[in-house]
Structures are given as structure tokens and as C-alpha cells.
């Protein structure tokens, strides 16, 4: 399936437009605008309330917004209980630094962007995360009490005033970090997630005069900026509307229907796929009960929207993806919106993604997929990792050095069995792992004297079309020993369900994807490649242009014709990241050096 970055209006079945957004700006400028904000450079129009009904004296707001940001050292004042903020010390030297003048009140109540604060926070759902995070009650209640004090020309309650400010610029700075790199650290939910940590140069951020002065267009700047993920937030809003209309129907169990089959559940699953757009109403001379062409086709749709076998035939599976509620998509959506936050800002002009869920690959040029392809992924016990590394260099006729753990754990009971096996796969046994060392006949070892904790030699495959590599291998250097390859199993690109290898890559397309990383090489043409593969020689070719490789990992997605896309969960890595959007933030005290996105650079 395709998953890229390019920027159009696309359309879905299920009626959802997509908007081209705004794009990313340099992580420089956007942290500049967050940073300058906290150093004290205000919103323009966001000055101090002089001769308004909510005046302060400078001695008096400081002594209120002291007691709001350290409840402890004084009593709370006429406020109601005020709620624990998560930047305290930051904010201490916010408003230390501002001599306490109010950020987002002016002579008539709250700053234009105070306003498009409120009204962002209220629509975080939008994003998949909770408004009640970033202090969306307290803000609307202080916020009506401050505006009726105004409406009848009243003096405003300094505390409340004070606590407004405060929780505003709170809100401000947590919504900007969840948007920037997500609402919960990958690591704290899955170990296997190497992205990413958004590093800025400070020095570079306090030098910058740039500055957005609309809170919307700040935000949308701290989005992913890929069009992927604008493409999944409008499905969140669609699937949302669906939950409001009522979801669909669960289908009861009973065998499998296709198509000549007349059942009464025929009628529910049709209604469940107009549902979701997969097949369009019925036409007029169709029997509910009839299981007819029209619908093998919306039923195949469905299949291929949820990663199952499209054959047509609602069997088990089909049934059991056609049953998960509405509510559980939802969140399957608001799941992999946060995965887009934990990704690299910028996957480059041109570069290669897997989606291990999907067991699917693309190779992306200036935000258009130039090719795609199928791929084989790793077992549940052997899972591929999440990272990105640029692709260097490719092997031609590759040898085949079995890791150790393949060797003792799947190579070696084979081999018990059949003492021909290594002979008949063309691969020979080294005494040890050192570069020089002599081969050993393998018929002088007595392999059921050997095991995990005695096992020092090195089995290689010579190249070949047995070679488990195939006739391909693309390297792009790194600490999991990960690379794509071909493979002499060419059946299992035929399946759904590709999670079949020990971890590393297989691809269904090496011939093509090898010609596409060469194309500007002129040492390199298109037959030099097929003639050198063909001749069998071992052949390492550098490329000019390193190309960035990106292992991640949805079980949600939208393509770029608008399909939205389910998943299954290969490796379980949804429900922890689902309980940990569920918790409530802790009552902690967030400082500049663990905020995301705000840590200078060592």
C-alpha cells in the first residue's frame, strides 16, 4: 500500500476531503517561537492591561502569580483550588523575566491568541489527544468569570486573572510539546522505537527574529508535516462522525458466506460496508439476503482496507475485523497519530519507507512514490526494529554469513536431520569468525556434540539462487545488523500476512529498486546490473547519493488515494501505547532540560 508525503485534495469513499497543510518550517524557526515566548517576547497586542478594569499594580500581580506558581510558600488567595502546572520553574523565570505583565490579557479581556488558544485546546481531539490535559475546564471557567467581570465594567479578581495566565502559558507550552514529538516518550512503551529526540541549537533559537503571530498557524507548524498525517487526522474526524451516527452493527457468527450464498445476514453485512463507504447502496432489484457480485466486491475492498486475503469470502477473519467496533478504530487512529509526533521531522527529498505493519515499501521523490513494493517482515520473536539509517551501498551475488542465532537455533537441528543439508544449500563451514580462517568439511564435526554454548564456526552461503539473500542485498549500516534483500521464497509475496523472516527485509521488487538507486550512476546502467547478477560475481557498489531508510511501524494509515487503512498489531505494540494516552499526566514538574523539543545541544 502507498504512504507518502504528497501534497493534494484527496477524497476517500468514505467522503473525507483532505486539505493540503501547512508546511513543516525549520525546527530552528519553530522552536524559536516557542522559546522566544518563554523568554519574555510577548504576542503582539499583549500587553499590559494599563487603565482597564483589570489593572494591576506590578507589585500586587507579581504577589499573585508567585502564589499561583508556589502555592506552597503562601496561601492560594480568593482563587478557587488552583491545579498543579507542569512548568513551574519555567515559568517562574517566564514571568520573572517579563516583570510579571500578563501574556494574554489586554484592556477588553484576553489577546486574539488567548482566544485561538482556548478554542485549540477545546479541538485537541483532533489530533487525537485530551483536552483535559492542558487545563481546558479551569481556563473556560476563569476565562467566563474574567469576561463577565468585564461585560459589567467590574474589576476582574486579580487571582483569577493571575490563574488564568498561568494555566494559559502552561497549556501553551504542553500542547506545543505533545504536538512537537508526542504526549508520551516512545521508549516508556515500546524499547524497539529508536525515533527520535528533536534537538534544536539554543543558541541559534535566541538569535532568530522570527515569529508567528497566530496561535493556529504556530501549532499547525509543530504538526508532522507530512501529508500522511494530515490524511490520518481527517480520518479521525471522520470515523469520529461515524461514532455520533451510531457506529455499525455487529454481525452475528455462522458460516462462511460468498458470493450465490442467500442469507439473512447478507443484509447486515452489506449495511455494515455502506457503512464505511466500501460498497455504495444497493441497487433497487437486489434481494437483501442475496449474496451477489456487487457485494464480493465491497467485501473484497474491506479485505484489502484491513490486511486480510481478499478472496471475496466473509469467513472468520472478515467477520472479526467487520466487528470491531467503531470506538476501538478510533483509537487505532489516535494511536498512530502519536507515532507520526515520535518520527523524524524531516524524512528527506527522497527516501525509502517501510511500513512493518503493513509489510509494505515505498520509495518517495519529492512527495510522489516512485515505486512500491511488498516485503517480508520479521517474526513475532524476531521482531524488525523501528530506526532510520541512510542506505549506502548495495551487494550484487552476495554471500550469505548465517548469523550466529540462526545458526544454532534453525540451521542446526536441519542439519542433525540431514547431514546433506549444508552441501545440497551451498554453504561451507569456517573454523571460526575471523576473516582468514580455514573451511572445514563439515562431515569431520559431530554436530550432536555441538550447541548454543559450543558453537564456534561460521556458516556462509555461496551466492546463488539458493542463497537465502537472493541475488541482492541494500546496506545501510547499523547497530541491528538490519538490511533488505531479495529472496529465492518469491511464494510468500503472494500472502497477506508476511512475517515470516528473522528480521531483516526481504523485498519483492530488488531488481527494480537496485536500477532506481544506480539510475544517475553512469557506471551503472541498467544492463551492467542485470549482466553482473546474471554472471554470479560478488559485486559491492557504493552509491553517489546515500539514500535515508525508515523502518516504522502503523497499524493505521490513509493512502495517497485517500484509502484509509487498518493494520493488524503484528508485534502487540498498540494496547501498551493505549494505556499510556489513557493515563493521566502525573503531577510532575517539568524543567527546560526535559522538555521535548527545548534541550540544547551538547
Request: glycine letters at 6%.
Amino acid at each position: 500500500m502507498k504512504l507518502s508525503t504528497q501534497s493534494n485534495h484527496l477524497c476517500i469513499p468514505e467522503t473525507i476531503c483532505f486539505q493540503k497543510p501547512v508546511k513543516r518550517k525549520h525546527m530552528a524557526f519553530i522552536l524559536a517561537a516557542l522559546l522566544i515566548a518563554m523568554i519574555g517576547m510577548v504576542f503582539p497586542g499583549a500587553y499590559p492591561c494599563e487603565g482597564s478594569p483589570a489593572d494591576l499594580s506590578q507589585p500586587k500581580l507579581k504577589s499573585y502569580i508567585i502564589k499561583r506558581l508556589h502555592p506552597e510558600t503562601a496561601d492560594a488567595g480568593p482563587s478557587a483550588v488552583f491545579p498543579p502546572v507542569y512548568f513551574r520553574d519555567i515559568l517562574s523565570t517566564f514571568y520573572e523575566k517579563r516583570n510579571y505583565n500578563p501574556l494574554w490579557s489586554q484592556d477588553n479581556g484576553l489577546t486574539p491568541q488567548a482566544d485561538q488558544l482556548i478554542r485549540t485546546v477545546e479541538n485537541a481531539e483532533l489530533d487525537g489527544l485530551t483536552s483535559e490535559d492542558y487545563h481546558l475546564d479551569q481556563l473556560k471557567s476563569l476565562n467566563a468569570d474574567c469576561q463577565k467581570a468585564l461585560t459589567q465594567k467590574q474589576a476582574v479578581d486579580p487571582g483569577k486573572q493571575a490563574d488564568l495566565d498561568v494555566l494559559l502559558t502552561d497549556a501553551f507550552l504542553l500542547f506545543s510539546s505533545h504536538l512537537l514529538s508526542g504526549r508520551v516518550t516512545p521508549n516508556a512503551v515500546d524499547s524497539t522505537w529508536l525515533f527520535f529526540d528533536p534537538v534544536s541549537d539554543i543558541a541559534e533559537i535566541l538569535n532568530s527574529d522570527v515569529y508567528s503571530t497566530q496561535i493556529e498557524s504556530f501549532f499547525d507548524g509543530l504538526r508532522p508535516g507530512n501529508t500522511a498525517y494530515y490524511r490520518l487526522r481527517d480520518a479521525l474526524q471522520h470515523y469520529i462522525g461515524i461514532q455520533k451516527q451510531g457506529g455499525w452493527a455487529s454481525i452475528p457468527s455462522g458460516s462462511s458466506l460468498r458470493v450465490g450464498d442467500t442469507n439473512e445476514r447478507v443484509d447486515l453485512i452489506r449495511k455494515r460496508l455502506i457503512v464505511t463507504a466500501d460498497i455504495g447502496p444497493p441497487a433497487r432489484h437486489i434481494k437483501p439476503t442475496e449474496f451477489d457480485e456487487s457485494l464480493m466486491k465491497g467485501v473484497q475492498h474491506f479485505q484489502n482496507r484491513h490486511g486480510i486475503e481478499p478472496d471475496g469470502v466473509v469467513g472468520l477473519s472478515t467477520l472479526t475485523a467487520m466487528n470491531v467496533p467503531v470506538e476501538d478504530r478510533i483509537r487505532q487512529i489516535e494511536l498512530n497519530l502519536e507515532r507520526w509526533r515520535w518520527i523524524p521531522h524531516d524524512l528527506g527529498s527522497r527516501y525509502i519507507l517501510v511500513n512493518i505493519a503493513d509489510y509494505s515499501l515505498v520509495v518517495v521523490e519529492n512527495q510522489t512514490t516512485v515505486l512500491d513494493m511488498r516485503v517480508v517482515v520479521g517474526k513475532t520473536y524476531r521482531r524488525t526494529p523501528v530506526f532510520s539509517e541512510k542506505l549506502k551501498y548495495l551487494v550484487l551475488n552476495p554471500y550469505w554469513n548465517v548469523p550466529f542465532k540462526i545458526a544454532v537455533e534453525d540451521k542446526l537441528p536441519i542439519i542433525r536431520k540431514n547431514p546433506l543439508y549444508l552441501t545440497q544449500q551451498h554453504i561451507k563451514v569456517f573454523e571460526n569468525w575471523s576473516e582468514n580462517a580455514p573451511e572445514i568439511n563439515p562431515v569431520v564435526i559431530d554436530w550432536y556434540r555441538v550447541n548454543a554454548g559450543n558453537f564456534p564456526y561460521r556458516l556462509r552461503q555461496d551466492p546463488g539462487p539458493l542463497n537465502a539473500l537472493g541475488r541482492i542485498k541494500f546496506m545501510f549500516p547499523n547497530k541491528f545488523s538490519i538490511y533488505l534483500h531479495d529472496t529465492p521464497q518469491r511464494g510468500l509475496f503472494k500472502r497477506a500476512t508476511r512475517d515470516f523472516s528473522s528480521g531483516c527485509i526481504r523485498i519483492e521488487k530488488p531488481v527494480e529498486l537496485a536500477k532506481y538507486l544506480l539510475q544517475n550512476d553512469p557506471q551503472w546502467p541498467s544492463q551492467r546490473i542485470t549482466n553482473t547478477i546474471e554472471h554470479g560475481v560478488t559485486t559491492v557498489v557504493y552509491i553517489k547519493d546515500p539514500i535515508p531508510v525508515h523502518l516504522l511501524y502503523w497499524t493505521a494509515w490513509v493512502t495517497e488515494s485517500g484509502i484509509v487503512h487498518f493494520g493488524n498489531d503484528i508485534y502487540d505494540r498498540d494496547p501498551p501505547l493505549s494505556r499510556a494516552l489513557k493515563a493521566k499526566l502525573k503531577d510532575t514538574i517539568i524543567s527546560a532540560e526535559n522538555l521535548p523539543g527545548l534541550r540544547a545541544e551538547k
